[in-house]
């Protein structure tokens, strides 16, 4: 099964295949902010992938559009409710952390 580690809160989960990120958060109390509930609307469960973005499924119109708005974005930028961990180990760094 894959891991996913979330920093900088340094946690890590196994995941099933074609889990979101979001959704490991969710499952696990992990603070990774959702506030549109998951549905690209909204920016705030953007995150840095560190490693592993091979792993994860590639990124689809609605995603691309809606990360072009962030101000932090990065190379490495994904939404975590957009994104499925499809094989292989992940980390991710949260960005709008409120722990
Ligand atoms: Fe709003 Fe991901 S939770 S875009």
Redo the contacts with the bound molecule.
């Keep these: 099964m894959p891991k996913i580690t979330f920093l900088p809160v340094n946690q890590t989960f196994e995941v099933s295949e074609g889990e979101t990120i ?1 959704d490991v958060a969710i499952n696990n109390d992990v603070p990774l ?13 953007h995150v840095y992938v560190k490693s592993g973005g091979q792993s994860l499924s590639p990124m689809e119109e609605d995603e691309i559009e ?1 990360i072009a708005s962030v101000y932090e974005k990065k190379p490495e930028s994904r ?4 994104t499925k961990v499809m094989s292989g180990d992940v980390v991710v760094e949260i960005v709008n952390v409120d722990a």
């Design positions: 979001l902010q959702h506030a549109c509930g998951g549905f690209c609307a909204c920016t705030t469960c809606r939404l975590g409710c957009q």
